[in-house]
């Protein structure tokens, strides 16, 4: 052991030191098993500042310390290490451990040792990059001083290298990274943290702004399209809205100038591709140094380029996830923003669909840009209503999908909003709306449900005589799914020819002779019929499939009446019910034609039956389509008469031959007494001039009230229920044999 004074003799060196830059102490770790040699090292180093900063001085009494000590905190710029301690090499293990185990490659290690003898070969210094190596003795306080700011200067160096190959691998990185944004506002979060790990910045208080907002429609003011920490707020704000003239300044300087601005506690860094611009602010709480604006110009530089394709993609995904028209979220957008209210599950939260009454015939009678005007009126209406405590979106032609608060979105609320008419050009137009609501009935059901469960509930409002809106309850969802199921069996029975065709005799009430047939679609099952007819057709209209099975009903009832029509007794003609997608199909009267050639018939051998429904709900269609059959020759009945709304001016203009008076008013002939209804219809077809025939009539005492009237023939199962064409065969000899003269 040697003596202090002969380690550190106690003389007036001269230490020079460099401007204080900043109070961030060097860390130096002393390994020695010598507890005067700590001591006198942090004698000989008090208050000593080496390149502007103060030491900061740890000690381990054993390599095993030192072990335990960087295994926790490898913070190090400088370790000095004595040679022997616990063994001989105890000292140069300790070097290995520090190079190749802990990987502390920047750190400079001083070896020093009282036995001289123990010095390291020198492969050591080559293998294990150590900075020095003295003896204890020789080790005064100005080589103490003059070895550790060697060893200090050296390793500045070393982490100026690295932390600009850091730098650099970042940008590198960076770029790759950024280039993979979708949107401007990833782009910018992934440009700020960046940033924040190049400079060593706290990721707070740190603004990306850019020129223009493809939300706002604002192509020259600047927007927040990132932040950080407390700001995180303003992002898709204007800059303006900052509360910091400072940041406003400087974002607003470094663009104007077109160049990065590097201030004395602030940095602005200006990105341009192409006519896209944009600045990031930074908070430097010192100047930046020469080094890393080097570094903020090459990450600059990089990163613009990425800058200019992401503001592409931005206005892509914009335009992907927003109506043109009326800048609101479009359908894809409004699912997306549907799955985080799912994933919220806010029972306060109502999803509702909003349907524009009559859009269309608006859209007709005042031109197309009146009906964009209105739209884009309803969507500001529905804006300033929800505020900032929903979604709106544009989903539909005129449909609009709402996301918000219950209290903003319920029936009353919706309709007194829209009871003052909407602007639209020069016009003031009322709005009438439809809704369909849900509620968040269960957790974790996604957003394509909600919207698909808020439309079953419009759906339904439609479908509603009395109201123009419909809550969602789960028997709907049961209701649509047994539907589904309904039309997916038909149409696969269909397929498999499992429907047939029966048919019903109208005889004549004067002579009892079969004046005609209707026929009429089944869908027989194994153990009696799968659906009734009032069940399966009304799907069948629904899902389309009604085009081609009424093709089919239509050629089969020809060919079961070219079959019949040389029997004795033969009905004069068969009768064809007909719906609204038939009409509208315009191969339809292709299909009666090709069906008349095929069974060589004559046209007024086929009467198409219509519903009064039907023929007034959409007069033009039908009137139209009906004049063509006319000229052909075919015959026309009005089915189901007296329940819909005709007025007798429509019924004149239709080229009709035949009103069927409904089951209905039959069913009050009873006693004498009634069938004022029947009796009505039956001299209303008198003074029109058309055939009458009376529907479900079934007791001898009806069909005594209706030959009262003179009314000419009737159906029912007074005189036979349908039956299938083998049956109706047997039935027709039957007949004839029983009433030879009929």
Known sequence: MMDSEEFIPLIDDVVGTAPQRHDRPWRLLVVDDDSEVHTATDFALHGIRILGRPLAIAHAASAQEARAMLAAD???????????????????????????????????????TGQPGYAPELSVFNAFDINDYRTKAELTRTRLITAITAALRSYEQIRTIAENRRGLEMIVHAAADLLEMRAITGFAEGVLTQLAALLKLPLDGIVCAQRGSPCAGDPDGLYIVGATGRLVRHIAQPLSHLDDPALIAAIETCIARQQHIFGERHTAIYLKSGDQEAAVFLNTPSPVSAGD?????????????????????????????HDPLTKLP?????????????????????????DLQHFADLNDGLS?????????????????????????????????????????????????????????GEHL????????????????????????????????????????????????????????????????????????????????????????IEALLRWPGESGFVQP???????????????????WVLDAACAAFRDIRSLPGAPSRVAVNVSMPQFRSPRFLHQI???LARNDLPPEALELEITETLAMDEPKVVLGCLQKLKKIGLRIAIDDFGTGYSSLSQLRELPIDCLKIDRSFIGEIAGGEGGMFAETIVALGQKLGVSIVAEGVETPEQAAFLRGLACPAAQGFLYAKPMPLDELVAWLRHRQAAYPSV
């Not at 604006?293 to 992907?320: D, K, M, P, S």
């Not at 009395?466 to 539907?483: A, K, L, N, Q, V």
């Open 533 to 551: 007819p009032s069940v399966f057709i009304p799907l069948a209209e629904y899902s389309g499939l009604i085009v081609d099975i009424g093709d």
């Open 593 to 595: 034609e090709s069906a």
């Open 368 to 424: 197309h840009e009146v009906g964009n005007a209105l739209l884009v009126a309803v969507a500001e209406r529905l804006q300033q209503h929800l505020g900032e405590s929903g979604h709106v979106a544009r989903i539909g032609a005129d449909v609009f999908g709402l996301i918000g608060p219950e209290a903003k979105l319920n029936p009353d609320s919706l309709f007194d909003l829209f009871a003052a008419p909407c602007a639209a």
């Open 74 to 112: 490898r913070d190090f710029a400088v370790v000095l290490l004595d040679v022997v301690m616990e063994t001989e090499d105890a000292g140069l293990s300790m070097v290995g451990y520090i190079r190749d185990t802990l990987q502390m490659h920047e750190c400079r290690i001083i070896l020093r």
């Open 429 to 516: 137009l009322p709005v009438a709306v439809t809704l369909g609501f849900c509620r968040l009935l269960e957790a974790g059901c996604s957003g394509i449900v909600l919207l698909k469960r808020a439309n079953i509930a419009l759906n339904r409002a439609k479908r509603n005589l009395h109201g123009s809106y419909e809550y969602f309850i789960p028997e709907m969802e049961d209701s649509t799914r047994w539907r589904l199921q309904i039309i997916r069996q038909l149409r696969s029975d269909f397929s498999r020819s499992g429907l047939t065709v029966w048919y019903q005799p109208q005889v004549s009430l004067a002579t009892g002779r079969v004046a005609g």
């Open 293 to 321: 604006r080097q570094l903020i110009e090459v990450f600059a530089a990089n990163i613009a380029a990425c800058f200019g394709n992401v503001r592409l993609v931005e206005r892509l995904h914009h335009t992907a996830y």
């Open 330 to 354: 479009n359908r894809t957008r409004f699912i997306l923003d549907l799955d985080a209210v799912a994933r919220g599950n806010d029972a306060d939260r109502v999803v509702a669909l909003l």
